[in-house]
Structure formats: C-alpha cells, structure tokens
Nanobody, 122 residues
C-alpha cells in the first residue's frame, strides 16, 4: 500500500509563495510519475502539474505555467510544488497523486494524498 502525505499548505497573501511537499511510502517511488491536482470549493478537481518518473519531463496547466514548478527527489521519495506569484484563484485543496503513467488526467492516478489547504488572500 502506498501512502502519500502532503505538507506545506497555509495562508499567504496574493503575490506570495508557498512550497508544498508530498512524501511517499514504498520502494518504487522512482518508477512512477507524480502529479498535483487541486479542488476549489464548489468546483471539480483539476490538473495542476505532473512530472515523469525520472523528473525530466513536466507539464503544467495553463493557469499556473510560469508561476508553479514541480520537482522530485527520488532518493527521498518526495515530490515538491513551488508556487510563486500566488493569486486568490489559486485557493484550493492541493492533492498529490501517483500516476500509473505520465498523464494530465486524474483517471490515470491510483494513489492520492489527503490534501493540503492553500488559501491566498487578496
């Protein structure tokens, strides 16, 4: 069983930064793509970013491109999401997830963390 635990969420002013972390259990972390998704109140869960198993390939939603950066440390079984120039519309619960393969679709992710709240005040 794989467990994913997010941390680093909180309250930040617009224009500020946060860094989310997602620690994964298990010995096969480096074999899987990882992704970040978010869900705002009253909205469906949406794709934010994903990174390939090797960390070489990344993809971002247009809404965060240029502001967010995903990275991973396979030696520490951890994936990160650096969020800069935060906007009020970035407010959501952020989830990390393990992908069966590199994908932007939540249907292709099989293990999910519990989520961490990010609130951006305007």
């Amino acid at each position: 069983q794989v467990q994913l635990v997010e941390s680093g969420g909180g309250l930040v002013q617009a224009g500020g930064s946060l860094r989310l972390s997602c620690a994964a259990s298990g010995r096969t972390f480096s074999s899987y793509a990882m992704g970040w998704f978010r869900q705002a109140p009253g909205k469906e869960r949406e794709f934010v970013t994903t990174i390939s198993a090797s960390g070489i390939i990344t993809s971002y939603a247009d809404s965060v491109k240029g502001r967010f950066t995903i990275s991973r440390d396979n030696a520490k079984n951890t994936v990160f999401l650096q969020m800069n120039s935060l906007k009020a519309e970035d407010t959501a619960v952020y989830f990390c997830a393990r992908g069966r393969f590199y994908s932007r679709s939540s249907n292709d992710y099989d293990y999910w963390g519990q989520g961490t709240q990010v609130t951006v005040s305007s």
